[in-house]
């Protein structure tokens, strides 16, 4: 078998983390690779590395037996290497024909789009894609999420693609759905391309994967063959190793009374897989963590209970009573606080002072009739920034030019500045280094300690095993527990979101 | 020692978004005192600060609204539709009417005229630009139907000398400008509404999730625009003793002009009251120093232009355009 890519000790870090440490990967001519890892495993750094979107700090990359420099996506693509993002590239208000062709325009003799020739040539191409029920007229935007994919594959032949990188190209797609674009994987890559499938569905990675590069902590684990007797179990061995549970500093404290109740929650995720029966109660001064893969739906959970998005079904309950949540005006009066997963677009104010950022959300805690008190605010400021080891001078830096982990305690102090009963973290240690991170663990405790309820959305295994005292999974089967604190270690709960296994937990 | 401290004083001067339009206005005040003899002489001041009073009042409020990431074209057509109303009460009137309800009418419409458009914005989710150049023509159109598109007399001498005439050698609208200025100034930097106002054209969704009702502190923002139109109107129509349906005209443009020059940007977060005055006295100066040298009316339009866009890209290109 020819190999089409050989990427060998890459190395790339991040600032002070090393995101990719000696890391190869070999793709060969009509192969499906499989690309595994946890969360944070390298996986879409190598693959953004391919893809010419990151350059390397340090290997080689050889296409079709040649050394090449990737230093921007173009230079990938025109040796035949993409991606196939879920979205972004296709244009809904156009054609199949018109996608496919896009920059790529088949003229006549006069210089005049040859429509025709598209048309055919299109249909001729998704005919041996084996989806000739797909209509070349049809707009795309009027396709399934499958046929779109499918679209875009074809989209990236004409374009004259080998390599084909899918990153959890079946997230948001039916089981039937799934068969199809299958189909069309194996098609193209019996015509001799290769394909790099990232999943975290491990049934599917088994079924349609010859080969799996396995990635842990930005180093390689193993590079194995497909076989009957791998299973799924073997697999998730390989991606988590022999873990060692990290310290999160954690104190234990009575819990009071149920602060926050939800019954029987529906909603849609982003990518409009539909959620069912979401049952959880928080009591003031406990910690609950909800954890899941990336993608599972966990952001969308806490928006829907924040009222930034339509639940579909279900209730929610403040202190023992229904309330009709539908924004987050109403559920910050009725004592909820949100730090969202996206500290930069959303979570903070770039061009605004940082003391400003710390205070926006407690505004009326701080002024006289309307006008601010200015010295009383900053003192304030003052007083939670040295409790958190910021430097004095921080809060009157721009919240732009302040590191990850400060960026996120500027957060964190605008909900201590509230008067929340109930916080809900979305994704709080995602990309801070790891002083910040045992911090930031140790800031939720306080707060926990303060009788707040806290409910934690996480997909860092370590941080939910470790500052939780109850923990619920969302998996693609559904929500899952609660598990209490010391009943679930890192393999348990892996296997279980995977969905590994069929558990249920018990407990509370 | 002292050197260090005079370093200082001038490193924080050139970093501050203010030296740009002060060294302009210097400038220029430098060639005209030498090249026209009329341009110093007080009477020439108290005609420019006569002249810009009603700039500085819409464009105080226009800085409020662009640091709040909106934008208001339909202040000119408000500053007609004010007028004529008053008007219309003042003539109703028996007796002429009393000036403090001719105000408080004033005002109210101001605001109202300010409430639609933000209603509009916030609520109905249109874009601000196309918004309020719609509201502009609807505004203009109601001044034109109840004036019967001609300039109404009649009104009540009280009311003219509360917003025109002259305290000392100082003209009263350049006072009340001058009034609003440190007024906007002190809500823009010191209160929870210029606060929000800042984080609003920062970052709007950070406030959505901090639970912030946006929508309605957005209302807020153009209803302060309105408001301060209005008295802009009050006083243009005092000042000619006359209501104008077709007063008004380009007056959102200027205002939006020294809004930039003063250093706010236009993307909003970020906004500076005091800079807005200093790029009113400015483009001010400039129009008076045209005149002072005899610049044929043609060739005014054409400077006045490439005034505006020197000042506005020198600004730009500053790094932080405004340090609060």
């Known amino acids: 078998m020819n190999t089409l890519v050989e990427m060998k000790s890459l190395k790339k870090n991040f600032g002070g983390i090393k995101a990719l440490q000696d890391v190869d990967l070999e793709i060969g001519a009509g192969e499906i690779h499989g690309l595994l890892g946890e969360n944070g495993a390298g996986k879409s750094t190598l693959m953004r590395i391919l893809c010419g979107l990151e350059v390397p700090d340090d290997g080689m990359i050889r296409v079709e037996g040649k050394e090449v420099r990737l230093n921007k996506p173009s230079d990938a693509q025109f040796l035949g290497v993409g991606m196939i993002p879920q979205e972004l590239i296709l244009i809904d208000g156009m054609s199949v024909t018109e996608n496919i062709y896009l920059g790529y325009e088949i003229h006549n003799n006069f210089g005049v789009l040859d429509q025709k020739a598209m048309r055919a040539r299109a249909r001729e191409l998704l005919e041996s894609l084996g989806s000739e029920d797909i209509d070349p007229d049809m707009y795309i935007g009027l396709l399934p999420k499958a046929e779109q994919q499918i679209v875009a594959i074809a989209r990236r032949i004409i374009q004259g693609g080998k390599v084909f990188v899918m990153d959890e190209p079946t997230s948001a797609l039916t089981e039937k759905e799934t068969e199809k674009l299958f189909k069309v994987i194996r098609k193209i890559c019996k015509e001799g391309n290769g394909v790099v499938f990232i999943s975290h569905r491990l049934e599917e990675v088994l079924e349609i994967c010859d080969r799996f590069t396995i990635l842990r902590d930005g180093k390689n684990v193993i590079s194995i063959k497909n076989s009957a007797e791998i299973g799924k179990k073997d697999l998730i061995a390989y991606m988590i190793g022999n873990e060692i549970e990290e310290e999160f500093p954690h104190t234990v404290t009575a819990p009071g009374d149920r602060v926050m109740e939800v019954q029987d929650l529906s909603f849609t995720t982003s990518q409009g897989r539909r959620v069912e029966n979401v049952d959880f109660h928080v009591c003031a001064g406990e910690v609950v963590g909800i954890t899941g893969l990336v993608g599972v739906g966990k952001t969308e959970l806490a928006q829907t209970i924040m009222g930034l998005r339509k639940k579909l079904e279900g209730r929610i309950l403040i202190g023992g009573k229904e309330k009709n949540i539908n924004s987050p005006v109403k559920a910050v009066r009725n004592g909820l606080g949100y730090v969202t997963e996206d500290r930069r677009g959303e979570g903070l104010v770039l061009g605004l002072k940082s003391l400003y950022n710390m205070t926006l959300g407690a505004l009326s805690r701080f002024v006289r009739g309307m006008v601010i008190k200015l010295n009383y605010e900053k003192k304030i400021g003052w007083h939670y920034s040295s409790q958190l080891n910021m430097k004095p001078e921080y809060i009157n830096l721009e919240a732009r030019k302040l590191s990850g982990g400060n960026q996120q305690k500027v957060v964190v102090i605008r909900q201590m500045m509230g008067d929340s009963d109930v916080i809900l973290f979305d994704e709080p240690t995602k990309g801070i280094d790891v002083g910040a991170k045992a911090e930031i663990a140790r800031l939720i405790s306080t707060l926990s300690g303060e009788q707040k309820g806290i409910c934690i959305f996480s997909s860092e295994p370590r941080e939910i095993l470790g500052v939780s005292d109850r923990i619920y999974v969302l998996n693609n089967d559904g929500f899952i527990g609660p598990f209490n604190r010391g009943e679930l270690d890192y393999k348990k709960l892996m296997a279980i979101e995977f969905g590994e296994t069929k558990a249920t937990g018990v407990g509370a | ?324």
């Open chain 2, 1 to 324: 020692m002292n050197d260090g401290r005079l370093r200082k004083i001038r490193k924080e001067f050139f970093s501050s978004v203010y030296s740009g339009p002060i060294i302009a206005i210097l400038v220029i005040a430098l060639f005209l005192s030498v090249f026209s003899p009329q341009f110093l002489k007080v009477t020439n001041f108290v005609n420019i600060s006569n002249q810009i009073a009603i700039n500085i009042i819409i464009a105080v409020g226009m800085t409020i609204l662009i640091t709040s990431g909106g934008i208001d074209l339909s202040v000119g057509a408000n500053v007609a539709l004010t007028g004529v109303i008053i008007a219309l009460y003042f003539r109703a009137m028996p007796e002429g009417g009393s000036p403090l309800v001719g105000i408080l009418i004033g005002i109210g419409i101001g605001a109202l005229l300010g409430a639609v458009n933000g209603a509009v914005v916030a609520y109905l989710k249109a874009p601000p630009f196309i918004t309020t150049l719609g509201t502009m023509g609807v505004y203009r159109g109601f001044a034109l139907v109840l004036s019967g598109g001609r300039p109404l007399m009649g009104i009540n001498t009280d009311f003219v000398h509360i917003f025109s005439g002259f305290i000392g050698a100082v003209p009263q609208q350049f006072i009340i400008a001058l009034l609003f200025t440190l007024v906007g100034a002190f809500l823009l930097n010191r209160t929870s509404i210029g606060r929000i106002a800042q984080c609003m054209g920062g970052n709007e969704k950070t406030l959505r999730v901090s639970g912030i009702p946006v929508e309605l502190y957005k209302v807020l923002m153009y209803v302060i625009t309105g408001m301060l139109a209005a008295v802009a109107g009050m006083v243009l129509t005092s000042m000619m003793a006359v209501a104008e349906p077709i007063a008004g005209q380009f007056y959102e443009l200027d205002a939006v002009a020294v809004v930039v020059m003063g250093g706010t940007q236009l993307q909003g977060g970020k906004g500076t009251v005091l800079g807005t005055l200093l790029g009113a006295v400015l483009l001010g100066v400039v129009r008076n120093g045209l005149n002072m040298l005899g610049v044929p009316a043609n060739y005014q339009q054409l400077f006045v232009g490439m005034i505006i866009m020197i000042a506005v890209v020198s600004g730009s290109r500053r790094k932080d355009a405004v340090q609060i």
